[in-house]
DNA sequence: ATACCTACCTAACGTTCGTTAGTAACCCGA
DNA sequence: TCGGGTTACTAACGAACGTTAGGTAGGTAT
């Protein structure tokens, strides 16, 4: 029991500063944010982060890597709850955009830190974003395959949405105009409007 | 004459600067990069960099400068070459989207970086990213005027384009599939498509 | 020939960086 | 009450940081 304790106040204690990392990060960047600084915020001493991370890199790490799992999870989540390719991508870029409201601040970290990452680390994040990017393609093509959507280029189409959607984290701002609800509507329909086949043949 | 040699020489030993700096920035990030660093790229001493720019914060905010004198004045010619809300959206869309593919780096810049200047500096910037943003909210708020445009947010609307386009930025290699005008073009047709006003009553 | 300006250099400044070593306070089971 | 593990601390390391002072080689104007 002692050491279910511990390990639940451990773990309590490396998220407390994973929190605090994503918040500093996001404002000041990674090589702009000092391992003091983030200390500071947390009222220790910057030694005693290492007790938790072994690196200031382990830390970034541990932050993009635990995103991009919900990123993952998440959008599996969302399209396996619906049937078609039309509710599908719905559902997808649904949940991009509220979690890139909700969890704004990671989402952008891990978008914008990529390049702060060593190689390998940057490799295993890679892979999963491209895997991420992946369920945007094949909803993309199955909606072409189906006859309802018509998009010139499927690849390019991806990228399009996925950036514009991604966007919504760097201008987000929870005291704004739109609730994430809303704007989640709103890009649905957007997007859905220039990726849907038009029954009548006038495009481009 | 000998001053407008020596004059020429300086600027373009600037420029130089300016070259070098743009790309250890975009690849390091502006407090990844060390004057050090940026000078051995120029097979200079940092102290040297000094007699060119008083401090490494003036070379940031010289790229996001210019990067949005270039903007500015690009889109204004853009815009003013065509008429009606559809032909200026389209002509102010396909510039932002060639901008960020050409000047990749610098654009890319004055995204990422806007966090790494100064209060004073980042105001200056703002107030111009704040104009550029308002030619395309002009624009959309004409055609939706004029019935060519459905869009239920103007807001919204800009900064999803926006976004959308700025992301070529991110992504865009020189030796990739698409080329800018191919980009550009598709761009242009998705963009369209989601604000163009259906003939038919289907939408939402 | 002299004086000056330009464009760089070397050397060094004080500061801050990520990180490590060693240690002290605390809490728990025995 | 004791001993061990947990979680923090203080102190310090060498390296790298942005920046400044002062000097020097070479061209230009007088």
């Not at 995103?67 to 039309?86: K, N, Q, S």
């Not at 190689?119 to 094949?138: A, C, K």
């Not at 609800?181 to 043949?201: F, N, Q, T």
Request: net charge positive; proline share 2%; with cysteine.
């Amino acid at each position: 029991m002692a050491t279910i304790v511990a390990t639940h106040e451990r773990a309590a204690a490396a998220e407390r500063i994973l929190r605090a990392a994503i918040a500093l990060f996001r404002v000041r960047g990674y090589h702009g944010s000092s391992m003091r600084t983030l200390a500071r915020g947390l009222r220790m001493e910057a030694a005693s982060l290492y007790y938790h991370f072994g690196s200031k890199q382990e830390i970034l790490f541990a932050i993009l890597d635990r995103t991009l799992d919900d990123l993952l999870h998440g959008v599996g989540r969302a399209v396996a709850a619906v049937e078609g390719p039309e509710a599908r991508l719905r559902a997808a870029v649904r949940f991009h955009v509220l979690f890139h409201a909700h969890s704004q601040h990671e989402a952008f970290l891990s978008h914008s830190e990529l390049r702060s990452l060593t190689q390998g680390n940057l490799r295993l994040v890679l892979t999963r974003r491209d895997e991420y990017e992946r369920v945007f393609r094949s909803l993309l093509t199955s909606g072409v395959r189906a006859g309802v959507f018509q998009v010139s280029d499927v690849r390019l189409t991806a990228m399009a949405i996925l950036t514009m959607c991604t966007g919504v984290a760097t201008w987000f701002s929870d005291r704004g105009r739109l609730a994430p609800e809303s704007i989640a509507d709103r890009y649905v329909e957007m997007i859905l409007r220039s990726v849907k086949r038009c029954p009548k043949g006038s495009p481009s």
